[in-house]
Nanobody, 121 residues
Framework: QVQLVESGGGLVQAGGSLRLSCAASGIIFSINAMGWYRQAPGKERELVAGITSGGSINYADSVKGRFTISRDNAKKMVYLQMYSLKPEDTAVYYC???????????????WGQGTQVTVSS
């Protein structure tokens, strides 16, 4: 079974920084895209940042200039570096990978368990 595990969340003051990491394990044939989503209480889950296998990157307007997504294909890891954090960034952050587990399996998304990010004012 493919598993994704996030780490790096925590409590930080406004203006501070955090780096989230997501490690994928299990049988993985290919990865089409990696991304970070977040969900605040009472809000819809939203895409924060995504990166395709070809290297194309996109960010939510609310985090442009403050967050950076990166990956290590060899380690099958994806990161989210967050600077200048604001209270409105408070949410559970989820790692998402769209991948094929084998050459004979259709690509589909996999999700991590989520990591809490809390930004105090």
């Amino acid at each position: 079974q493919v598993q994704l595990v996030e780490s790096g969340g925590g409590l930080v003051q406004a203006g501070g920084s955090l780096r989230l990491s997501c490690a994928a394990s299990g049988i993985i044939f290919s990865i089409n895209a990696m991304g970070w989503y977040r969900q605040a209480p009472g809000k819809e889950r939203e895409l924060v940042a995504g990166i395709t296998s070809g290297g194309s990157i996109n960010y939510a307007d609310s985090v442009k200039g403050r967050f950076t997504i990166s990956r290590d294909n060899a380690k099958k890891m994806v990161y989210l570096q967050m600077y200048s954090l604001k209270p409105e960034d408070t949410a559970v952050y989820y790692c998402n990978l769209d991948l094929q587990s084998t050459a004979y399996t259709r690509s589909r998304p996999y999700w991590g368990q989520g990591t809490q990010v809390t930004v105090s004012s």
